[in-house]
């Protein structure tokens, strides 16, 4: 369970190129830009297949998988950029972010997850965290006309909570699937591009290596890892520490000039890092314990 856990880490450590690759791609619109990265994402699950390292399924899967997996991954993705257009983009990220903390507290209803104080207080703390980094340790003012806005950033938020927590009902349906559920979502933001916005291409070489590197990480592998990890890791923990992909996605646009250190990202790191390690104190005390027994 635990190298399952990490692989599932390892797509938060890549979310955590999300803006900053997103800022590069210059002024190619949501949508389209979604659907070059979800290509490409695509392009990785039949490149696996065709090496062999990703086997297809043995079984029929099940249609609950599929309205699942493409759900999850458009819908997120649909309901994020509506909640960007219809509010207050601090207060809306805010309310997005709160999807970790329902994957915490929906484990409950999992078949063999027992939630425990711990697993809640450290996705507490690291929703504090979260909120220091998006306001920047400034004041939050939610007002009534971005109702909307801010109701399609909640939904945003139960969406991915809800396709991580239904994924882990499947753990025979083998990680090969998203290849599928990424290929759909392509073809959805590419219709909703049609539909809703104005066609910006990105220019240079810089640009579209951009789009390359959010369809390769970001938007592409991390979705493989997040679905192997929450199938077959501890989701619990998963949950808590999928908080630090706001705040890498912080250290990683300053450490790219994008951004400036300030006070708030160091409580911000404090509160994260203190609210994983308490999630995952069993998982590390077990470690640890087993370790010690271990030696001679």
């Known amino acids: 369970m635990g190298r399952a856990t990490l692989i ?28 070059l990265a979800f290509s490409i994402g695509a392009a990785i699950g039949f490149a696996a297949r065709l090496a062999g390292l990703s086997p297809p399924p043995t079984e029929p899967v099940p249609a609950a998988v599929w309205v699942i997996g493409i759900a999850g991954l458009f819908g997120y993705h649909f309901f994020y ?36 104080w711990f697993h809640v207080a450290g996705a507490l703390l690291g929703l504090a965290g979260t909120a220091l980094i998006v306001t920047k340790g400034g004041a ?21 909570a809800i396709y991580s927590l239904a994924s882990r009902r499947f753990p025979q349906v083998p990680t090969s699937v998203v ?30 290596l951009a789009v390359a590197g959010l369809g390769l990480m970001p938007v592409g592998a991390a979705f493989y890892a997040w679905d192997y990890g929450v199938k077959h890791g501890n989701i619990q923990v998963l949950g808590a520490a ?30 994260i890092t203190a609210g994983a390690v308490l999630a995952a104190k069993n998982m590390l005390f077990r470690a640890s314990g087993a370790a010690e027994g271990a030696k001679p």
């Open 8 to 35: 599932g880490f390892s797509a938060v450590a890549m979310w955590a190129l999300l803006a900053l690759l997103t800022d590069a791609s210059g002024a190619v619109p949501p949508f389209l830009l979604s659907a």
């Open 81 to 116: 950029f509506t909640a960007l257009r219809a509010a207050p983009a601090v207060e809306a990220s805010l309310i997005a972010y709160l999807w970790p903390l329902f994957i915490v507290v929906g484990s409950a209803l999992m078949p063999g997850e027992r939630l425990r």
């Open 179 to 208: 290849t599928w559920f990424c290929l759909a979502t392509a073809i959805l933001s590419a219709l909703c591009h049609l539909a809703l916005e104005e066609t910006v291409w990105p220019q240079g070489a810089g640009q579209w």
């Open 242 to 271: 999928s908080y630090a992909a706001p705040l890498l996605s912080t250290l990683v646009l300053i450490a790219g000039g994008a951004a400036k250190a300030e006070p708030a990202i160091l409580g911000a790191c404090v509160l």
């Open 140 to 160: 939050v003012a939610f007002e009534a006309r971005y109702g909307f806005g801010y109701a399609m950033a909640l939904v945003c938020a139960f969406v991915w």
